[in-house]
């Protein structure tokens, strides 16, 4: 049996180095601005915002109350603009569409120039939500575009976890009061159980499907207490090279023993995720991993 090898983020003190560089695909653009906007409006040519997140537009008049919780899902693509001024980089939404549109001249003293323009379409898959889309340019010419997709099937989950109170005993009697378990146990397609594996010994256990991905298109990543699985298709030719994602998130429940976790692609196109689970503890303080 093949494992995936896990990915886990790395906490840079430079904002950049934390997501720009090889931890792109951490960087979730409706939260992680919020830890280093001063840095970002000091460097405005690193980093430029195409469509910004409802939450941080109007100078902030939009925020939130509280920091939202991490998509379960989410339509994401990317395409190389080298050669572009982000500054004429356009994305707008028509129907179930995603436009990019961007033209770049170059004119020389002697009347000569050279002019290029590109366009290029993507299909919202269903349920995703254009009207939180979130696009922009980062440090080394990446146009990434994110919609959260918001499955009414995964609504129907979550309100039938939360009449379920049965089904939080398999976490322990006493659980962490900060953590949300009936939004872990319905809020994404991972299908979570505990399994008790006998001499006091339990597992969480997930499965997600993957059967439109090849094993070299799956990774798997844990960010903090967040557990991300994603698929990604690739295209290049002669002139640009594009990348579209899927994307599933969950926070892990307290007691996950993060650092064991393992997963594997089953002969079904499942992928199962596992890791030893210890129950919480009477009197034991709420995990420090789960604030921000």
Same mark, same amino acid.
């Given at each position: 049996?093949?494992?995936?090898?896990?990915?886990?983020?790395?906490?840079? %003190?430079?904002?950049?180095?934390?997501?720009?560089? %090889?931890?792109?695909?951490?960087?979730?653009?409706?939260?992680?601005?919020?830890?280093?906007?001063?840095?970002?409006?000091?460097?405005?040519?690193?980093?430029?915002?195409?469509?910004?997140?409802?939450?941080?537009?109007?100078?902030?008049?939009?925020?939130?109350?509280?920091?939202?919780?991490?998509?379960?899902?989410?339509?994401?693509?990317?395409?190389?603009?080298?050669?572009?001024?982000?500054?004429?980089?356009?994305?707008?939404?028509?129907?179930?569409?995603?436009?990019?549109?961007?033209?770049?001249?170059?004119?020389?003293?002697?009347?000569?120039?050279?002019?290029?323009?590109?366009?290029?379409?993507?299909?919202?898959?269903?349920?995703?939500?254009?009207?939180?889309?979130?696009?922009?340019?980062?440090?080394?010419?990446?146009?990434?575009?994110?919609?959260?997709?918001?499955?009414?099937?995964?609504?129907?989950?979550?309100?039938?976890?939360?009449?379920?109170?049965?089904?939080?005993?398999?976490?322990?009697?006493?659980?962490?009061?900060?953590?949300?378990?009936?939004?872990?146990?319905?809020?994404?397609?991972?299908?979570?159980?505990?399994? %008790?594996?006998?001499?006091?010994?339990?597992?969480?256990?997930?499965?997600?499907?993957?059967?439109?991905?090849?094993?070299?298109?799956?990774?798997?990543?844990?960010?903090?207490?967040?557990?991300?699985?994603?698929?990604?298709?690739?295209?290049?030719?002669?002139?640009?090279?594009?990348?579209?994602?899927?994307?599933?998130?969950?926070?892990?429940?307290?007691?996950?023993?993060?650092?064991?976790?393992?997963?594997?692609?089953?002969?079904?196109?499942?992928?199962?995720?596992?890791?030893?689970?210890?129950?919480?503890?009477?009197?034991?303080?709420?995990?420090?991993?789960?604030?921000?």
């Amino acid at each position: 049996m093949a494992f995936f090898p896990i990915h886990r983020y790395r906490r840079f %003190d430079d904002p950049f180095d934390r997501f720009f560089g %090889d931890q792109l695909d951490f960087f979730d653009p409706w939260r992680d601005f919020d830890t280093f906007p001063t840095a970002l409006t000091a460097q405005p040519n690193a980093f430029r915002w195409v469509n910004e997140p409802l939450r941080l537009t109007h100078g902030q008049q939009n925020v939130e109350p509280t920091s939202p919780a991490p998509h379960a899902e989410k339509f994401r693509t990317q395409l190389n603009i080298a050669g572009f001024n982000p500054e004429t980089i356009k994305t707008r939404v028509e129907g179930r569409k995603v436009i990019v549109e961007a033209k770049q001249e170059d004119r020389q003293p002697d009347g000569d120039f050279s002019v290029r323009e590109i366009r290029k379409t993507y299909e919202l898959p269903e349920h995703a939500n254009a009207n939180r889309m979130a696009s922009y340019v980062t440090p080394n010419n990446m146009l990434v575009i994110e919609a959260p997709i918001e499955n009414p099937e995964a609504e129907r989950r979550l309100q039938q976890a939360r009449n379920d109170n049965q089904s939080l005993t398999q976490f322990g009697q006493y659980r962490d009061p900060l953590f949300d378990y009936a939004g872990f146990l319905g809020g994404s397609d991972f299908q979570p159980r505990i399994v %008790d594996k006998g001499n006091n010994q339990k597992q969480l256990e997930m499965a997600v499907g993957m059967k439109n991905f090849r094993p070299e298109e799956i990774k798997v990543s844990v960010k903090n207490n967040e557990l991300i699985v994603q698929g990604e298709h690739r295209h290049q030719d002669k002139n640009r090279s594009e990348r579209s994602f899927f994307f599933k998130s969950t926070a892990l429940p307290p007691g996950t023993q993060v650092d064991h976790l393992q997963s594997h692609l089953t002969d079904d196109g499942h992928l199962k995720i596992e890791a030893p689970f210890v129950e919480h503890k009477e009197g034991q303080q709420s995990i420090e991993s789960h604030k921000n």
